[in-house]
């Protein structure tokens, strides 16, 4: 399977998770009164356009198999793009960055009640201790509802993963996320009409390189996952909260908290952690089928 070697593929996901930072730091540059709901209509009508020419070329035999679990991830994607710009709007971008990197925790129970898939030691003490670190970036006994918005956006984005494996296998990527966007575009454009605000076509420039960005992110998963084992490569995926934390810093002017950097620290160090343990079983699997 290792096509590239292990240092490349970390490059490139390090590259690809810097990209994807300034997807949500276009969002955050969004005027606060801008509509929202038509502003997720614009990404999903962008992001139509753009992977359109791409799926068009490839072999469209059975494009719309499996057809209700799109419309299921579909419309979870809707509900967490929605949220996502309400918690980037009133959060600095590290901590709703931090709070969104709960999703794989969040996907550890979920696949339990899903898959009936069973949990070690190890994924029970990171999920417990990464949950402790969520609390402290959220600070509950503060309410902030823009924090508990980008913990929904988590919620969506764990149950977004999961479901992957309910699709079809023979789908691309690029057909998935074609028809993430589609079927959820009636009911995207149902709300920005309720929302019933004069349309502001200049933010579709913004909601296409929102859209662009993300996508090369994309891309670059799929590129990497497809070359090299996921266990080796997957803990470069965090420096995407770094990237954020720069970001926020030189282009908001957001200085990070004590909270955030033990919060943060409490969610990603133990997901580094399990990933190394994780791909050290690997490994010794290999060893004793080569004896």
């Known amino acids: 399977m290792q096509k590239i070697s292990v240092g490349l593929g970390m490059t490139l996901l390090v590259v690809g998770n810097i990209i994807a930072v300034f997807s949500d730091a276009i ?3 969004l005027p606060a009164e801008s509509p929202t709901f038509q502003f997720v209509f614009m990404r999903q009508l962008t992001a139509v356009l753009i992977l359109l020419p791409f799926c068009l070329s490839a072999n469209k035999k059975h494009l719309f198999a499996g057809l209700k679990w799109h419309a299921v991830r579909g419309h979870v994607w809707l509900f967490g793009i929605i949220f996502m710009v309400f918690a980037l709007k009133a959060l600095p971008l590290a901590t709703a960055n931090a709070i969104f990197y709960a999703a794989p925790l969040l996907m550890l129970p979920l696949a339990v009640m899903i898959f009936r898939e069973q949990l070690t030691k190890s994924s029970i003490a990171v999920a417990v201790i990464g949950f402790i670190g969520v609390l402290i970036v959220i600070q509950p006994t503060d309410i902030n509802w823009a924090a508990i918005f980008a913990f929904v956006v988590a919620i969506t984005l764990a149950v977004n993963n999961v479901l992957i494996r309910k ?6 990527i690029m057909q998935t996320l074609l028809l993430t966007n589609l079927v959820g575009m009636p009911v995207g454009l149902g709300l920005a009409l309720w929302e019933n605000e004069p349309w502001h076509w200049a933010a579709l420039i913004t909601a296409f390189g929102s859209t662009l ?3 090369i992110y994309a891309g670059i998963c799929v590129y990497v996952y497809s070359k090299i084992e996921s266990s080796q490569v997957a803990s470069a995926e965090y420096s995407g909260l770094v990237a954020a934390v720069v970001v926020g810093l030189f282009w908001f002017g957001e200085v990070p908290t004590l909270g955030l950097i033990i919060g943060a620290s409490l969610i990603i160090l133990p997901l580094v952690w399990l ?4 791909k050290n079983k690997q490994r010794l699997v290999k060893r004793q089928l080569t004896k």
């Open 27 to 29: 969002i955050k540059t």
């Open 167 to 172: 699709l079809p296998k023979h789908h691309s």
């Open 213 to 215: 960005f993300i996508l």
């Open 275 to 278: 990933a190394n343990v994780q």
